[in-house]
């Protein structure tokens, strides 16, 4: 049996570990590959810095006023009939 | 008036707003609102039918309200009747592939590596399955471009260019920070499925990020 992943394989189950899904004996051969692989560890550090970056991509904090009004009137609607 | 403590008990709220409490109602659009209009948006790109979403999401809350049993926190209850609605409206939205969960299965099925397979040397080289040359390091100095209000619209373009399956789970799981199985149930798709959406998302991410930033030596 394989005891190593390829640098190919490992590309492909990162997401995996991050998200804790390997199973345990994977998981140990994802961080053996990694104390000795510079190129993966270059990958998997730029996988993390996107996560990280995609999370500060601007979001709308706040409803458009407009919209805000009409579900609050929809309330309104909703309350003289219930 | 309703502060955050009153947010924070949900029974009091849900009491409150089946009495017909504008206030409740109103701190719970506010703090909620914003987040439903987001997930309306990741599913029917339009901001008119995101709106219609949004208040039918709405009404649909309040009508359904009794049915509410506490089972679930109220802000995924609220955020998995609006996504329902969204996909629904994303189906009427007539884009020439329908948008159901058995569509994103089959998205994730198809086979897609993450990176080219040039990227790795061949069978009959020295180190197959190895890199060809390491991936670049990104810069990481205060004023680089991975800092930039630049690099994060470059993020927002790629995003929003992707397949509707790896659009929706990078949205909700990496803009949005849902965790892996609030996304499952609202898209109603298998952890497996999901994370393979989820990879490919962040892999194209990644080489948008890899283009835009990798130094070139001199």
Not at chain 1, 17 to 28: G, I, S, T, V
Not at chain 2, 25 to 35: C, E, K, T
Not at chain 2, 153 to 161: H, P, R
Request: charged fraction near 25%; include cysteine.
């Amino acid at each position: 049996m394989n005891t190593e992943f390829s640098c190919q394989e490992m590309v492909e189950v990162v997401t995996n570990y991050f998200d804790d899904a390997l199973p345990p004996d994977e998981q140990q051969r994802f961080e053996r590959h990694l104390s000795y692989c510079a190129g993966c560890n270059t990958y998997v550090d730029q996988i993390r810095e996107t996560i990280r970056q995609t999370g500060m991509v601007p979001r709308e904090e706040s409803l458009p006023p407009a919209l805000r009004e009409a579900i609050v009137a929809q309330f309104r609607n909703w309350k003289r009939e219930h | 008036m309703l502060g955050p403590e009153t947010l924070s008990d949900e029974t009091a709220l849900v009491a409150a707003l089946r009495c017909g409490d504008e206030d409740a109602f109103s701190a719970l659009v506010d703090a909620y609102g914003a987040a439903m209009h987001r997930v309306a948006l990741t599913f029917v790109r339009s901001s008119a039918v995101a709106d219609e979403v949004v208040q039918e999401a709405w009404l649909g809350a309040l009508r359904g309200l009794d049915r509410f049993e506490g089972r679930s926190a109220l802000k995924t209850w609220l955020l998995r009747i609006v996504a329902n609605i969204a996909r629904t409206h994303a189906v009427r939205e007539a884009r020439s592939v329908p948008f159901s969960s058995l569509e994103l299965a089959r998205e994730a099925s198809e086979y897609e590596p993450a990176l080219p397979v040039d990227r790795f040397q061949g069978p009959d080289e020295q180190h197959p399955q190895r890199w060809v040359s390491f991936p670049m390091p990104w810069s990481t100095e205060p004023d680089s471009a991975l800092l930039s209000a630049e690099t994060r619209k470059l993020i927002a373009d790629t995003i929003a260019g992707l397949p509707d399956g790896q659009r929706i789970v990078i949205s909700l799981r990496d803009v949005e920070g849902w965790d892996s199985a609030e996304v499952c149930s609202v898209l109603e798709l298998s952890e497996t499925n999901q994370r393979v959406l989820l990879h490919r998302a962040r892999a194209k991410v990644r080489a948008a990020l890899e283009d835009y930033l990798t130094i070139e030596a001199p």
